[in-house]
């Protein structure tokens, strides 16, 4: 079967999708069971290929794209989009995902290889600021997803979990909304904040071209006018590559994070994720 031809085959699936929750008013709340039950009735013989999708997806009419710049996984790739939803593939080779919740809603269904997700609870005690909190984390549970493991998205804080793709490649296919609407996604920093990824704004962006030109006359750049959490976003951005920051600019970050009261020990925590998640990964838990 050809690249096409799987396309195809998700196309009658949307149509069974949209014809099934058209009936309920394309209410939210339905869709996570919606979707997962669809892929658990999906079956195709099928087995994507990453050369082949290399291969193939520039000969096949594809649809918007959801992650344009490969931002998630190692390969996305949307081959099914409909007003309500849409239909991706994750192909993941070195990849794993940080503790975060869902801006959308859907199912996702492992159609290659295997993964193991750990699921949490977050319970805020202080907000720090618009999009950080603090808060205590809790582990909820450990699953293994096998060959053809489905896995239902609920929104919001009803689902927060990280996952680890223990096949090489891990391949999931999933049946997902739109991100909502104004909404981006929270990333967690274990164990005790809560970090809302949204994009930069346009006056950061502003800001920060007249910075970079004053920096390279070797002008002085007294203030920053952001938040405390701006930067902090920033900086996480950064560290996360989804973020390009110039080193003189970065400095300026870490000058002003050096006044913040909580800023010494939200980098420690930072620093020691990765830490935590390879103690997660190896032991299954901590």
């Known amino acids: 079967m050809s690249l096409k031809q799987f396309q195809q085959d998700l196309e009658q699936l949307a149509n069974q999708v949209e014809t099934e929750w058209s009936g309920q008013n394309f209410e939210e709340k339905v869709f996570p ?6 892929l658990k009735n999906f079956s195709t013989d099928y087995v994507p290929d990453i050369d082949v999708c290399l291969k193939e997806s520039p000969t096949i009419t594809l649809p ?14 949307t081959l099914v989009r409909r007003e309500n939803f849409l ?12 503790i975060h919740n ?6 996702f269904k492992v159609i290659v290889g295997s993964s193991v997700q750990i699921r949490y609870k977050f319970k805020i005690l202080q907000e720090i600021g618009p999009g950080l909190s603090q808060g205590e984390m809790t582990q909820e549970g450990l699953d293994e997803l096998a060959l053809n493991a489905v896995q239902a998205i609920n929104p919001r804080e009803e689902f927060i979990h990280n996952v680890f793709h223990t ?10 909304t739109p991100a909502f609407k104004g909404e981006a996604l929270d990333v967690y920093i274990y164990p ?3 970090l809302k990824l949204s994009f930069p704004t346009v006056n950061f962006m502003k800001w920060h ?3 970079k030109v004053a920096l390279a006359q070797g002008k002085t750049v007294e203030s920053i006018p952001f938040s405390e959490v701006d930067i902090i976003l920033m900086i996480y951005r950064h560290s996360k590559r989804l973020t390009i920051i110039d080193n003189s600019l ?7 994070l050096e006044k913040m009261k909580f800023a010494e020990d939200f980098q420690t925590v930072l620093s020691q994720q990765s830490k935590f998640y390879a103690k997660l990964k190896f032991f299954g838990g901590l």
Do not use: M
Not at 33 to 38: G, S
Not at 87 to 98: A, E, L, P, Q, R
């Open 33 to 38: 069971e919606l979707a997962a039950r669809a």
């Open 64 to 77: 918007l794209q959801q992650f344009p710049n490969g931002e998630f996984s190692d390969f996305p790739l």
């Open 87 to 98: 239909i991706d593939i994750y192909v993941w080779f070195k990849s794993d995902t940080n």
């Open 102 to 107: 869902h801006h959308f809603c859907g199912a």
């Open 167 to 176: 096949g090489k490649p891990t391949i999931t296919l999933c049946l997902r």
């Open 192 to 194: 005790k904040y809560k």
């Open 209 to 211: 071209q007249i910075a």
């Open 250 to 256: 970065l400095e300026l970050f870490q000058k002003q």
